[in-house]
């Protein structure tokens, strides 16, 4: 086994609200080889993006990692101070945000967004970074990238902004970049285009990819490991390939089915209900108020994660039992 | 229409007086007097122009003063939270709701008693700096709550920048237009008060102003209505002139409308 370049164990991030306490990730872990793409699937709500933003201690308040460990490259990120983890955000890790029109600063020009950052961690001229800005746009296929360093965010499109944001996430070559739904924001030509070139991006530089993101035909396209997340906890852990042939919880089934297929004529099935207040979870699976196989001892007992298979994790209490139907593709 | 040319009406009290401040000034007082002339002798037109200079200080001095205490307490108290801030919303409330004016004839009272002198400009500016900050706190406390929350600033945490970096570097240049539209506001807020001041015979009578010529030209209005028909247009002028410049900065900064 390759080392681990990122464990994430039994995680917990609440946030403490006035209305009560809000348990977005409620003992989650995620591990993440080096060199490898996985994905973190789930509805909005389920716990995705909190879980990047711990592993970047960028929790907004009043959110508050309260328990589990982070582990990167060996160490442990929670015992740093927050003068350590400055230095690792950007040269070690980076996070490409959902909406490019608001994670790129309005008031500065692209050369401005990219240089700074890299005169901050590198210590690099002025001179020096405004060419590593130049390079950085053509790495991410922006044409006529001279033009564009003196662009401000608003006189470029949604893809070109998008580009913008991933060469700013990449500008210190940080070893695992998280995606946070880096596509759900662009239209779908677009959305092609960029999964492509994080694609490309992951294997020239040998990067580790977390995707982030609730398009299952994103996960089947980029990912070699799944993740799913549902109410801020793990349903299934499984290869890619064996979450798409053989899932064995109802949740990632039913994600699967609200899929839309060209081949197939079948109605599209959604899945009922909401995601449950994270305030008061259900008891129990938080799942079985949706899942259409809840049995008496899913209102009454949280199930565990288990191991079914090597390398395939579920929790479920019923998955010996189910047979759960295969995404017909 | 009067935005647009707002920028190029309103540097004319800085501007074109100036030079001309510079002329009379060598001039014997009571030659040519385009303004007329008080009984004293004293030139108006000369001292319009003298007054500018003052008023136009206490104006920009006592707006980038409450400014620069604006921002530092609005943005840190927007920014954090907890405690400090609603410590610093707290003590902002309490400032908003003191009336600077009657503070300052207050102020000036006492001064009168104590040392025999009416109230220096730069005591003035003084006062209305430490009194008069609140407006801009709470327009800086509103704007980086809202801007705080925006994606690049978790863009900018999540590539390193510390938190000083993100109020100074990210959040306060976006929230500049509305932060200069309230500096120049106030500059015509602070000069109107400081012609109340010294038109209540409150300032200092050795300065002029304009409010201490309304003053003098009150007594004579029935006579020589010149001597506070100048002034009064100066005022209106120059009060008129900021809240055009103010328009006119929070359109031409806006990177949205820029080209």
């Known amino acids: ?329 | 229409m009067i935005a647009l040319l707002g920028p190029f009406v309103s540097p004319y009290p800085a501007r074109s007086y100036q030079p001309l401040y510079e002329g009379a000034a060598g001039q014997s007082p009571s030659w040519k007097h385009p303004f007329g002339v008080e009984d004293s002798g004293i030139d108006v037109f000369s001292e319009v122009i003298n007054g500018t200079k003052n008023d136009l200080y206490v104006g920009l001095v006592a707006s980038l003063l409450t400014t620069i205490i604006g921002i530092a307490l609005g943005a840190v108290g927007g920014y954090f939270r907890g405690l400090i801030s609603d410590l610093i919303l707290g003590i902002t409330q309490v400032f908003f709701v003191i009336p600077v004016l009657l503070l300052i004839l207050l102020f000036a009272r006492v001064f009168e008693i104590l040392v025999f002198k009416g109230l220096g400009l730069t005591l003035i500016v003084l006062i209305l700096a430490f009194f008069g900050w609140s407006s801009v706190a709470f327009i800086v406390r509103g704007e980086t709550l809202r801007v705080r929350e925006m994606e690049f600033v978790q863009a900018a945490r999540s590539l390193g920048a510390g938190s000083s970096r993100i109020l100074f570097r990210h959040i306060v240049p976006n929230i500049l237009s509305p932060l200069i539209v309230i500096t120049t506001l106030n500059i015509a807020g602070f000069i109107l008060t400081e012609v109340v001041v010294s038109f209540l015979g409150f300032g200092d009578p050795n300065t002029t102003t304009w409010g201490l010529l309304l003053n003098e030209g009150f007594a004579l209005i029935r006579t020589e209505w010149w001597v506070s028909l100048f002034p009064g247009l100066a005022v209106v002028f120059c009060v008129l002139g900021f809240n055009l410049m103010g328009d006119g900065l929070s359109d031409a900064l806006n990177p949205r409308l820029r080209e």
């Open chain 1, 1 to 329: 086994m390759t080392e681990k370049l990122l464990d994430i164990s039994e995680l917990r991030t609440y946030f403490f609200t006035e209305a009560g306490v809000v348990r977005a990730v409620d003992g989650i872990s995620v591990d993440v080889d080096a060199g490898e793409t996985i994905g973190l699937v789930g509805e909005s709500g389920s716990g995705k993006s909190v879980t990047a933003q711990s592993a970047l201690r960028i929790v907004p308040k009043p959110g508050r990692i309260v328990a589990g460990s982070i582990k990167f490259e060996g160490e442990d990120l929670l015992a740093k101070s927050e003068d350590e983890m400055r230095k690792l955000r950007g040269p070690k890790m980076a996070v490409v945000f959902q909406d490019p029109t608001t994670s790129l600063n309005p008031v500065y020009t692209v050369e401005k967004q990219l240089t700074d950052i890299l005169m901050l961690h590198r210590d690099l001229a002025k001179a020096e970074a405004s060419q590593r800005a130049l390079y950085l746009l053509e790495l991410v296929g922006i044409s006529e990238p001279e033009k564009r360093l003196k662009a401000y965010p608003h006189e470029l499109s949604g893809g070109m902004k998008q580009r913008v944001a991933i060469a700013r996430a990449l500008s210190c070559e940080p070893t695992l970049l998280f995606a946070d739904e880096p596509t759900t924001n662009l239209d779908v030509t677009i959305q092609a285009q960029v999964l492509e070139l994080l694609k490309k991006l992951q294997k020239d530089l040998k990067m580790t990819m977390v995707m982030i993101t609730h398009d299952m035909g994103i996960i089947a396209d980029m990912t070699r490991r799944v993740t799913v997340l549902y109410a801020g906890k793990v349903m299934e852990v499984a290869d890619t390939a064996a979450i798409f042939n053989a899932p064995m919880h109802p949740y990632t089934e039913a994600l699967l089915k609200a899929v839309p297929s060209v081949k197939q004529t079948r109605v599209l099935e959604v899945i009922p209900g909401n995601i449950p207040n994270l305030i008061e979870p259900p008891t129990g699976c938080v799942f079985h108020p949706r899942c259409k196989y809840a049995k008496d001892i899913c209102v009454k007992e949280e199930p565990r994660l288990e191991k079914a298979e090597e390398g395939h994790q579920v929790a479920c209490h019923l998955w010996r039992e189910l047979k759960l139907e295969a995404k017909a593709s």
